[in-house]
């Protein structure tokens, strides 16, 4: 029972990690004021891109680090557009999500069907065999630590430091921060190149390590999921945490309620719960009495032109 035990939560554990690592991303991005609807054509940018590499150099460290430049290359495109050219945000970011699923099925056609050793668990001698807290603590790969460390550090970064402050001053009132000689343009392009940073960083863990095999659009709804996440946590990281681990659980509970046919229901509305899930929750939050405490960044979405 105990393993079994550790072992869905490990599952849970890997399945949140993906949508933490981009929801983290969007949650900085979204603070400088920028909406982004191209997390999943970001996230299936550095799938494949990360698959692509490893397979072929043979190093996963490189396809990694290839896989967030590849996820920074689609951000900066979205920050030409609608920072300098000042496209429609929505509208491009919904672009950006078709051009990044037709990219990567084109990129990944040669790669399908091939796959490779997952990343590497951390295993401390006498440590990682401990019952139940070894494996649980000590059994993951280092995308899963980073995950968490990234956490704190954004954390940190938007309450603690001055580049932080700036980025929330700008999210909250450009035209203060613009007035008071703050490149609202340049934090707005840094935050954007953050996300898709993150954004690709997600997608290889994906590919490299939860499922580390390459299929066509194997991100599945995730990047929208970690979209919504980032309101269900009402722009705070530590809530992004417990949201992305918390809609990670509902995921595998899907998947396991299928395998063990716990519901006399078609295996369609079970693959439903995560997104019918998310929906539930943002409907919840926006109707509740607790909409006023959202504290969305009055300037999101909004286009900035500086005065010349």
């Known amino acids: 029972m105990n393993d079994a035990l550790v072992l869905g939560l490990i599952t849970v554990v890997s399945a949140a990690t993906p949508l933490l690592l981009a929801a983290l991303g969007e949650l900085v991005v979204e603070r400088s004021g920028v909406l982004n609807l191209g997390v999943e054509g970001m996230m299936l940018a550095g799938a494949v891109t990360g698959f ?44 950006l999500t078709i051009f990044g699923i037709g990219l990567s099925s084109l990129v990944g056609a040669g790669f399908v069907g091939i796959a490779i050793e997952p990343l590497p668990k951390l295993n401390i001698p006498g440590i990682t065999t401990i019952p139940v807290i070894g494996p649980l603590l000590f059994g993951h790969d280092i995308l899963i630590y980073a995950s968490i460390a990234l956490t704190g550090g954004v954390a940190w970064f938007l309450k603690r430091s001055r580049p932080g402050m700036i980025l929330r001053a700008v999210g909250e009132s450009d035209e203060s921060a613009h007035s008071i000689g703050y490149d609202v343009i340049r934090v707005r392009y840094m935050a954007v190149l953050f996300g898709g940073l993150m ?61 063990a046919d716990w519901f006399d229901v078609p295996s369609q509305v079970m693959s439903m719960l995560p997104y019918v899930a ?15 405490r959202l504290n969305a960044p009055a300037c999101l979405g909004k286009p900035f032109r500086p005065a010349s």
């Open 278 to 292: 998310t929906i539930l929750v943002l409907t919840i939050i926006s109707a509740g009495p607790w909409r006023t």
């Open 199 to 259: 954004a690709g960083l997600a997608g290889a863990f994906l590919s490299l390590s939860y499922t580390p095999l390459w299929i066509e659009n194997m991100t599945a709804g995730r990047g929208w999921i970690a979209l919504a996440l980032v309101v269900f946590a009402t722009w705070r990281p530590w809530r992004v945490l417990f949201g992305a681990y918390l809609f990670g659980g509902v995921t595998i509970l899907q998947l396991a309620s299928q395998a």
């Open 52 to 95: 692509a590499v490893t397979v072929t150099t043979g190093s996963a460290t490189l396809g990694i680090i290839c896989a967030m430049a590849a996820g920074m290359a689609m951000a900066f495109t979205f920050g030409v557009l609608t920072l300098s050219l000042m496209a429609n945000q929505v509208a491009t970011g919904l672009a």
